[in-house]
Nanobody, 126 residues
Framework: VQLVESGGGLVQTGGSLKLSCAAS????????IAWFRQAPGKEREGVGC????????YYGNSVKGRFTISSDGARGVVYLQMNNLKPDDTAVYYC????????????????????WGQGTQVTVSS
């Protein structure tokens, strides 16, 4: 299993950014792909996730209404569209995956995900 994030960068407050997670080495429909983020000195936080089987999505409270997760199963890519970005969104963003059987989608618990990408930095300037 391999996950590779891309699309991070520097953006001003109120701006938008779209991250990609290229997934390979597993059957996409059997897995949940999630996005997490971690800011310096803070715990890893669940951003949201998507079921590869049926496209259900769940989001963390801090990003609801601003972030959207989508997927292209044929290409094995999951996207995180981030709008109305705030300085508090500054963090390293990771995608993670595991078999849906082992994941409580709504909970966004990092310890339920076995596979992780290397992360991509998102910085929002004020």
């Amino acid at each position: 299993v391999q996950l590779v994030e891309s699309g991070g960068g520097l953006v001003q407050t109120g701006g938008s950014l779209k991250l990609s997670c290229a997934a390979s080495g597993f059957t996409f429909d059997d897995y949940v792909i999630a996005w997490f983020r971690q800011a310096p000195g803070k715990e890893r936080e669940g951003v949201g996730c998507i079921s590869g089987a049926d496209g259900r999505t769940y989001y963390g409270n801090s990003v609801k209404g601003r972030f959207t997760i989508s997927s292209d199963g044929a290409r094995g890519v999951v996207y995180l569209q981030m709008n109305n970005l705030k300085p508090d969104d500054t963090a390293v963003y990771y995608c993670a995956a595991n078999l849906e059987y082992y994941v409580a989608l709504r909970m966004l618990r990092p310890n339920e995900y076995d596979y992780w990408g290397q992360g991509t930095q998102v910085t929002v300037s004020s």
